[in-house]
């Protein structure tokens, strides 16, 4: 018998993908950082532009909860470089959303020579849902988390003369929104574990409690709030976010995507 004959489906399955040398996978991955690099300083050019009414947008929360709380909305600074390196950043987070598609395009485009040939068409739903996860936790971060943590910060102590300067205030606001757009990305991270037989569904359904465990901890550390109600409003997306990445292992783990070309060529 031949040994075209012999072959297995598994085997054609596997001769689908295209190989790549430990340098090669260096070299491609200093490319792809390079044209990421690029992308995000030109987003960050185009966001210079318009770093004040950014900034506006920023200021909006606790400029809302200040006067809320009848106190002066104005945020001070301790150095005359404080305003100049708070349109930096603002505008560095500005650009790092704007041009987002172009750099998980670039992460894309890395690890699809891993993927079997027929499984490159879910470039768009891999492109759509990690830039819809990303923008939906960062306005969630904006619209819920952090009015809501403010809220509770500000009126704890309305005792006092606030005096919040507009470093301390950045630094809060970055750590929260990219803070909860990286945690919306978590199906995505399952994506790519899943995708090299790291983790499997059975493996995050059975242990379901002990990653409930683990998000509330999260919760916990990364909420500003030490209140019960933040934590739960933080917990509660990534518990969601969990589910649905038990669906998307099952999907893509290695067992799960030989068994389906197997029963496509029987």
Not at 28 to 48: N, Q
Not at 95 to 117: A, C, D, E, K, N
Not at 196 to 207: D, E, H, L, P, S
Request: proline content about 6%.
């Amino acid at each position: 018998m031949s040994e075209s004959q012999t072959a297995t489906p598994a085997d054609d399955f596997k001769h689908d993908m295209p190989t790549m040398g430990f340098l090669d996978h260096l070299e491609e991955l200093r490319s792809r950082l390079v044209k990421s690099i690029i992308w995000v300083a030109v987003g960050f050019g185009v966001c210079w532009g318009y770093h004040e009414k950014i900034y506006g947008i920023m200021q909006k929360p606790i400029t809302d909860v200040l006067r809320a709380n009848g106190m002066s909305d104005k945020l001070v600074f301790l150095n005359p470089t404080e305003p100049f390196n708070l349109y930096l950043k603002i505008s560095a987070l500005a650009g790092l959303f704007l041009t987002s598609p172009f750099v998980l395009y670039q992460v894309w485009m890395f690890i699809s020579p891993g993927l079997y040939r027929n499984e490159k068409r879910y470039v768009v739903p891999f492109m759509t849902s990690s830039i819809a996860l990303f923008a939906g936790g960062g306005y969630f971060g904006y619209r819920i988390v952090y009015p809501r943590a403010l809220s509770f910060l500000i009126e704890f102590g309305r005792q006092f003369q606030p005096m919040i300067t507009i470093n301390e205030y950045t630094s809060l606001f970055l750590s929260i929104i990219l803070g909860m757009g990286l945690i919306f990305e978590m199906p995505i991270l399952i994506f790519f574990l899943a995708l090299m037989g790291i983790v499997t569904a059975r493996f995050m359904w059975k242990n379901f409690r002990y990653a409930i465990l683990v998000i509330f901890i999260i919760a916990a550390i990364v909420t500003p709030t030490p209140d019960v109600l933040n934590m739960c409003i933080f917990a509660a997306p990534m518990i969601g976010l969990y589910i649905i990445s038990i669906a998307i292992a099952y999907f893509v783990h290695p067992k799960q995507r030989l068994a389906r070309k197997e029963k496509l060529s029987a």
